[in-house]
């Protein structure tokens, strides 16, 4: 009885520990075996980063190169102002020269934040492990607001301007003894073209005296 006993742990427990370790594979599968990959780290300082968050990919040249680990505050004595620190883990393999333009970019439809790295020229200089490089602010959507508000007020007071008879155009549209003169001044050119030419060599000649 005892034997037999013993004998069930001993399956139960090869079975619990089979179990464990193709647990432990998969969830190492799911992480792209970052695990088992080297790599290192490098740090990109935003003043803004428009929700971008842990997790979310980096890509260089538009590839996916790795992730982004930690995102921290941080207060920078000589701005003497409140920076955000993301701190991303790349691929080894990948060298990513010191003067890449890093910044917050997204993708597709459903609008996720991720960070995009543009290779720069310098390929003499590379990123290592723990390097700092500033990357490029996202602009904020206030401000493309408040632009595309600018641009709409313009548009809506040079319409009111133009109503109104007023300015060049404005004038131009409403005012037929300018519209008549500029239909005089074309219909003059097309039947005596000549004129054109005539005051070029009037003044060829003037400067020849």
């Known amino acids: 009885m005892i034997f037999g006993k013993t004998k069930t742990e001993l399956k139960v ?5 089979t179990g464990s370790l193709i647990l432990v594979m998969f969830v190492l599968l799911i ?3 970052k695990t088992w990959t080297s790599g290192y780290n490098v740090d990109f300082i935003f003043n803004f980063i428009n929700g971008a968050r842990v997790g979310a990919p980096v890509r260089f040249s538009g590839v996916d190169i790795g992730e982004v680990k930690t995102i921290d505050f941080i207060f920078s004595p000589e701005e003497q102002k409140t920076k955000i620190k993301v701190s991303a883990w790349l691929k080894k393999d990948v060298r990513i020269p010191s003067d890449s333009t890093i910044w917050v970019n997204t993708l597709g ?7 995009e790295i543009m290779p720069g020229d310098d390929y003499e200089s590379f990123l290592s492990e723990d390097d700092i490089i500033k990357g490029t602010d996202p602009v904020p959507m206030h401000e493309v607001n408040q632009l595309v508000k ?3 007020d313009n548009l809506k007071d040079s319409f009111e301007q133009v109503n109104s008879k007023e300015g060049t155009l404005g004038r131009l549209l409403y005012e ?11 219909k003059d050119l097309r039947l005596h073209p000549w004129k054109l030419f005539h005051k070029t060599k009037e003044k060829k000649e003037k400067k020849k005296r």
């Open 13 to 17: 427990g090869v079975f619990v520990f």
């Open 31 to 33: 992480g792209d075996f």
């Open 109 to 115: 439809l459903l609008g996720e934040k991720y960070i």
């Open 150 to 152: 600018s641009i709409a």
């Open 176 to 186: 037929d003894t300018i519209y008549q003169e500029l239909e005089a001044l074309l």
